[in-house]
């Protein structure tokens, strides 16, 4: 097992990576001094996971009751929010009991937002069954549901307790969603690390393949790169945007297709593609460049051309994305392969043009 | 006009109290860099105060939007944040807009905690227009909605930018309210400060009177107390629970008569007045301490009495409190006029006798 930590003073907190660590008592031990743990889940992770933490959470001591929602993007909703606090209540949960989100970026964002917002905020460990968790969404205390307006607009920055990454349950994650998960991987590298870049393009089959080794490797260069950005900008004032490469695109395309039909993953694959068109445009990387994102995406089984809508739907859908400030949307940018910068100017037509130029 | 500050390090704000004072565009100006507000008040409120605050906020060179919602404790609902977070969408709101709670302890506890959830957290003023909010829930941070298994179950430590609270303000208050804006008046003395509560036993006529010198020293006492216990205590791991006195008793009585029926001062009132009595009977006060906070709550015109409810009621609901820690609900007692303490473990056969005695 490897251990990392994200550095934010009081909020510090330990990221564990490992193959068989799910079921490790003395993981969850540091953290159930309330004596009461409520494990909440989706009904696809329940059948393969509930068991082993459950037993992990009664052998260190603790009395456990589990809270299983839906699959899928919309239990992202405040009717589950609620559901969950009701269940919590109903198990007697105080402010010192833990929540434990169990599952993928789904669980997490909607177990960490229940646990941000119960009686004025309680406890949380993350632990993570999806790639695309375990890389990049159970890190910083970013935790959100969903408004009919757009994606994640109703949120909290939650920090967990601790992040408990097993990568031996990704052996049961379907192909596609591995491949949602290594678009999150990839973009940690074009966003901020050559090497990485350089090592995917050497190791993608052998991540393709669930190669173990590979696979902590991964998820630990993505923590690391993450927790280094989030302790620098915990609450997205600058930096942390960064980690927001191929977003912009993406959200607005998961708005205009229905959340759910395009994973989170493969949207953001596209929607890389479009930055990566759009930096190619503006001007701030080169045609090679370009080709190099799509090709390793492309590698991946990932999708490199979005859905079939107009520029003007998705333009529209971006206009009101989170992070759009002061009435301008934000897009981060490539200026070479590991380097993204924050751009607020954009002209609209080039963003357009990305959006066509990627459809090719 | 009185300033003074809480002091909680970065997420330090002043606190400015007069008389005349909520149209000062000045006041406003340093939260608007953001270039854009949007005011939530209630339908009761807006037609008093909505367009001096508007105008302040243009004047200070601001656009600013308005959302009005239902009165009345209802409105501390999920459907109501999501209301309000449809309008700032609507109104492209983003995540450096400023919202700005106009109104009473309702409005700010809904518009603080949509200010916590929306976009993650967006900044937030509070401008009190009911004595209630004035001396208690506008400082601190406490934001909430209900759920329908207890008040407040839902909610986020938010501190807002700013409190501008304005005592003229109050001369609209209908005469019940200010009564119920008295009773956590009477709270801060009499679990906190011993001299207080003897300025009040000679001063509450002139309170009652609306006497606007009287208001501003009382305000501004409850503030510094307050002020003080919040910045040693921000997220209530001990201290500041001692705010709390009379509450325990006070929220089972709103749960049990239905949110609204009592107002929340007048249920804190009457759990004064029960939490005094188990006081007496645990032996920390004497008979004529318990006395002397019922004839001052009397005076106030407060009920001193519980609802016609049984004991058990009362207990049951108690028990949900989310004051309970690890399965037991915790009490404040007084060991003396002006002094509370936190007790766990309280005999509930005397819980149950203080409810009776406080029914005589």
């Known amino acids: 097992m490897e251990s990392l930590r994200v550095a934010l003073g009081e909020r510090s907190y330990p990221i564990h990576i490992g193959a068989g660590i799910i079921d490790s008592a003395e993981l969850y031990a540091p953290y159930l001094s309330g004596g009461s743990a409520a494990i909440v889940t989706n009904e696809v992770v329940s059948p393969l ?8 959470i009664v052998s260190a001591g603790a009395r456990v009751s589990a809270i299983v929602v839906e699959d899928g993007e919309q239990a992202k909703s405040w009717q589950t929010v609620d559901k969950v606090c009701d269940a919590l209540l ?3 949960c105080g402010r010192d009991s833990l929540i434990v989100a169990l599952g993928g970026g789904v669980v997490g964002d909607l177990a960490g937002f229940a646990a941000a917002v119960f009686q004025r905020g309680v406890p ?5 069954t999806t790639l695309l968790a375990q890389v990049d969404s159970s890190v910083g205390g970013k935790t959100a549901i969903n408004h009919a307006r757009g994606k994640n607009m109703i949120g909290a920055f939650h920090q967990p307790l601790a992040v408990i990454s097993d990568v031996a349950t990704l052996d049961t994650l379907p192909e596609r969603e591995l491949r949602a998960g290594l678009a999150e ?3 940690h590298g074009l966003a901020l690390d050559l090497p990485f870049v350089e090592w995917l393009e050497k190791n993608i089959e052998k991540l393709l ?3 173990r080794g590979a696979l902590v490797y991964a998820v630990r260069r993505c923590c690391e790169l993450k927790a280094r950005i989030v302790a620098a900008d915990e609450r997205e004032a600058g930096e942390r945007a960064l980690l927001n490469f191929g977003h912009t695109f993406g959200h607005a395309i998961e708005g205009a297709t229905g959340y759910g039909s ?6 953001i694959s596209a929607g890389m593609v479009m930055a990566a068109e759009l930096s190619l445009l ?3 990387i080169r045609k090679d460049d370009a080709a190099r994102v799509r090709a390793l995406l492309a590698r991946a089984g990932l999708p490199v051309k979005g859905p079939a809508l107009s520029a003007e739907r998705l ?4 206009a009101v994305d989170k992070k759009a400030a002061k009435g301008r949307t934000r897009f981060v940018l490539l200026t070479a392969i590991g380097r993204a910068v924050l751009q607020a100017d954009v002209d609209s037509r080039l963003v357009r043009a990305a959006i066509v130029a990627a459809a090719q």
Do not use: C, D, N
């Open 282 to 284: 503006t001007g701030s």
């Open 209 to 211: 393949a669930r190669e």
């Open 124 to 128: 949380f460990l993350q632990v993570p």
């Open 315 to 318: 333009l529209e859908l971006m």
């Open 90 to 92: 109903e198990a007697r």
């Open 185 to 187: 991987v990839i973009k």
């Open 262 to 267: 395009w994973l989170h993953g493969e949207a």
């Open 49 to 56: 996971y509930l068991s082993k933490v459950r037993a992990a």
